[in-house]
């Protein structure tokens, strides 16, 4: 199968350097859709999704393969092999951020750069490191996933009807956003809360530039400061949106951080 | 109240008092108003809500979910519908509630606040995962149910495989029954045959001499195939059948010392037989037990030394076959009537180790037994079965 229909590959921009854009757990390729298209007239710009998730073939998920976050990197690395990517910018957001190090790291020369929004090395407290969730809290929420399978897919696939304000969201979009198939989110929330990538930041020399929001649950600001400290090339933006996901409430902000980074 | 029936609503108790919750976000997420029915069902104050987030309310896979998954929902879409929430109440308690959202934005397109209509969903959820344990429990039934039906059809296949080896089986024996009967004994009777036309031609005194043993070998032969196809039918399930009657056995008994001197012209057999009584017994059956014990006695017999057969009707009938010679090795005795077992024989008296076995099943068919006593000195098999069966 070829990885660009296996990961839903969407290439757009000039023939510039290449920027790949990756989703976190949760969505997929449109929270992108505010940032991406700003890069498109001096990059050529490339978006995925993460098999499991949006227009990904769901017959390609292995639960052995994405036991672990190495299993998603080798996915990028073989994309950026497809496309032929080479110094190319990633950036990633949320548990993509830790995705595209490791992919960094696996295909020296693919990416010359590396961008993270909201990126956490390890989202669970441990001796003197502040990852913002005890291992009860995250027990607590795959704990919550596994039993209320229902809920949960009830809550993730809503009936979603035309609409009306946003014509410019067609139905196939709105119908396939943040919808993912309940026992794969389990799986990924599993690898994603449960991952512990600390000892890799000292590996990048790449440049790197760190997004952190202002109020972020899932990756409080002294998870942006602690991996400053533990990546020696890298720069920590504070960015003033608040919530999880600033490449979609303020787009802006991400786009010109961005802009001055590369 | 007016006085037409009308009711004049009033909106601020609507907005307070409405049948769900009611909470108004910033742009950036915050409290600013909430209803007093919402504030009811958490047991917060109004003002332990203003300025506060909605993960806030939230538990831990709630506050994960909303921000992974509603917020950029609701951001891309401009709402959600039925979102499924546990609200964290002031006590504690969860309360677990469906939430729309609808986002107001500018002509921008930028936000500007959030609505939020939170319903009571406790009925629901509890509906929920009813249905939820319904299920599991109707996947364990399913899998039990297969795992039982995957059983039987094992099981059928393998009654299925053992009855058709059953019915091969009888093919086979009656395959094996019908070659000895037929395709065994047939050329041997036509061996016969021939012999007897040769006995009567002229012949030098070494052709004669080889007929003789010829004539042997054919008798020795047909006993051996009878006694093959009796082991085969006793053996393979046909059984030794009798067709018992009053007639005397003496002539049957001197028949076959008859047959077996001829082929044992060396050999002495005394015999002693006091049949005073009717036996009811099978004549031919006998005459062939008889003929595999004295066999016996010839074959392992000292040389110059008689076999002596002594048969008595007192109490029962008693058939006695005695010979000097060797001992029974006492390990051989257990299997002494065991079909193929055989003593310690020299090549030429090889037999297929039938007669013993053959003789027990014609002595057990007559509700008799063969016993027998081995001394260095005499040697004995005695069939001891009732007078009448």
Redesign the interface.
């Known amino acids: 199968m070829s990885v660009c229909i296996r990961n839903n590959v969407q290439t757009a921009g000039t023939g510039g350097p290449a920027i790949v854009f990756a989703h ?4 997929d390729q ?2 992108w ?1 505010h940032v991406a298209p700003a890069f498109e007239d001096r990059y050529r710009t490339v978006l995925f999704d993460h098999v499991g998730a949006g227009g990904s073939d769901l017959r390609a998920y292995d639960p052995a393969k994405y036991s672990d976050l190495s299993g998603y990197a080798d996915d990028v690395v073989e994309i950026g092999n497809e496309l032929g990517l080479k110094d190319a910018v990633f950036v990633g957001h ?1 548990v993509s951020a830790m995705i595209g190090l490791l992919a960094s790291l696996k295909a020296p020369g693919m990416f010359r750069s590396l961008i993270m929004v909201g990126p956490s090395p390890r989202y669970i407290d441990d001796d003197g490191y502040i990852g913002g ?1 005890t291992e009860k ?2 027990d ?2 795959l704990e ?2 596994a ?6 897919s ?3 696939a ?3 009807m035309g ?1 009306a ?2 014509p410019e ?1 067609g139905e196939e979009l ?1 119908n396939s ?2 919808r993912t198939d309940p026992d794969i989110a389990k799986e990924f ?1 599993r690898v994603t ?1 449960n991952s512990d990538n600390r000892a890799d930041l000292g590996k990048v020399t790449i440049p790197t530039l760190i997004l952190q929001c202002s ?4 990756a409080p600001l002294a998870v942006g400061e602690y991996m400053r400290k533990q990546m020696p090339n890298s720069e920590l933006v504070i960015l003033k949106a ?4 600033p490449n ?2 303020a787009p802006d902000e991400v786009i010109s951080a961005m802009r001055s980074f590369v | 109240m007016s006085d037409s029936g009308h009711i004049e609503e009033d909106l601020q108790d609507l907005y307070e008092n409405a049948p769900c919750g009611y909470l108004s976000l910033s742009a950036d997420g915050r409290i600013v108003k909430a209803n007093q029915t919402f504030c009811r069902w958490t047991g917060y104050a109004p003002d332990e809500l203003i300025g506060k987030r909605l993960h806030d309310f939230l538990n831990i896979a709630g506050r994960i979910f909303y921000e992974t998954h509603f917020a950029p929902l609701l951001r891309m879409q401009g709402f959600f519908n039925e979102v499924a929430l546990d609200l964290v109440k002031k006590n504690g308690e969860t309360f677990p509630v469906l939430v729309n959202a609808a986002e107001r934005t500018d002509r921008a397109g930028r936000p500007q606040f959030i609505r939020l209509t939170v319903f009571n969903a406790s009925d629901r959820r509890r509906y929920e995962r009813e249905l939820l344990r319904a299920r599991d429990e109707l996947k364990a039934l399913t899998t039990m149910l297969e795992k039982r039906v995957a059983e039987v059809v094992a099981q059928q296949l393998r009654s299925d495989t053992a009855l058709s080896s059953q019915r091969q089986d009888a093919e086979l024996r009656e395959q094996f029954i019908a070659v000895l009967g037929h395709d065994l004994r047939n050329p041997l009777a036509s061996i016969a045959a021939g012999l007897r036309l040769l006995e009567r031609s002229k012949l030098d005194e070494q052709a004669e001499a080889i007929i003789v043993l010829m004539q042997k070998t054919v008798v020795r032969m047909a006993s051996l195939i009878d006694n093959v196809l009796d082991f085969a039918r006793g053996r393979l399930g046909g059984g030794i059948t009798l067709t018992l009657s009053t007639q005397p056995l003496e002539p049957v008994l001197w028949q076959v010392v008859g047959e077996l001197q001829s082929t044992h012209p060396e050999s002495k057999i005394d015999m002693d037989l006091a049949l005073t009584k009717p036996v009811t017994a099978d004549p031919v059956r006998i005459g062939q037990l008889f003929s595999n014990l004295l066999g016996n006695a010839l074959t392992y017999g000292v040389e110059g030394k008689p076999v002596t057969v002594t048969a008595r009707t007192e109490d029962q009938f008693e058939l006695s076959i005695c010979n000097e010679g060797n001992p029974i090795a006492p390990a051989a005795m257990d299997r002494l009537f065991y079909p193929f077992a055989r003593g310690e024989v020299r090549p030429s008296q090889q037999g297929l180790g039938l007669g013993l076995y053959i003789a027990s099943e014609i002595a057990k068919a007559h509700g008799g037994t063969i016993d027998v006593t081995s001394t260095p000195d005499l040697t004995c098999f005695t069939l001891r079965m009732p007078l009448q069966p």
């Open positions: 976190g757990f949760g969505c449109h929270m859709r949320s969730f809290q995250i607590e929420l919550f996933l039993d209320n399978h229902m809920g949960w009830a809550a993730m809503p009936v979603i609409n304000d946003r969201l709105t956003f943040c929330a809360f109020e972020d649950i899932i608040t919530g999880h996901c979609l409430s």
